[in-house]
């Protein structure tokens, strides 16, 4: 009879031989790699790549959506530039029907990244109260002086007779 040594002792080498076998650490192995490429194909389907126009659209149009008068305009990104989580884009407004290119607006916005879609942060290449076409000279050139003082009235044009003042 084998003493309870020798039995654990048996056991234990058959435990040693059937773990270090080839084939059961090829088994091991695969399943190990099947596992991981699992989870990286689950990681990649949760991170969705949006950094598309498609995808800057939407989020312009819902941001769009919440303010009152633009149902009469056609809106459309014509270009996007990309940062990390940040987007720039241009956006050009058009009343519908209209066919002419020059007609309507460009308007600049900064779009952040936010999980799976870009959210307006606000509208860009321009101060609080600066002038959207840029510069800050008025484009007609210099009209004259004021005739009304610093009232904040227009100046006249050149060769414009004078207009007293009304009491």
Not at 3 to 24: E, H, M
Not at 91 to 114: C, T, W
Request: hydrophobic share 35%; glycine share 12%; proline share 7%.
């Amino acid at each position: 009879m084998k003493s309870a040594q020798d039995a654990a002792a048996s056991s234990l080498k058959t435990r040693n031989r059937t773990q270090s076998s080839p084939v059961v650490r090829g088994f091991m192995n695969r399943v190990v790699a099947a596992a991981g490429l699992t989870c990286l194909f689950l990681l990649a389907a949760c991170h969705k790549n949006i950094q598309t126009t498609d995808a800057v659209q939407q989020g312009i149009m819902k941001y769009l959506s919440t303010r009152q008068g633009l149902s009469a305009m056609d809106v459309s990104v014509v270009s996007v530039s990309f940062r990390e989580n940040e987007a720039d884009a241009t956006v050009h407004f058009q009343a519908k029907g209209s066919n002419n290119p020059a007609s309507g607006i460009d308007m600049k916005y900064v779009l952040e990244r936010h999980g799976n879609e870009w959210v307006v942060k606000g509208r860009g290449g321009m101060g609080q109260g600066a002038n959207p076409h840029g510069g800050g000279a008025n484009p007609h050139g210099d009209m004259g002086i004021n005739p009304h003082g610093s009232t904040g009235m227009p100046a006249l044009p050149p060769g414009h007779p004078a207009i007293p003042p009304q009491q």
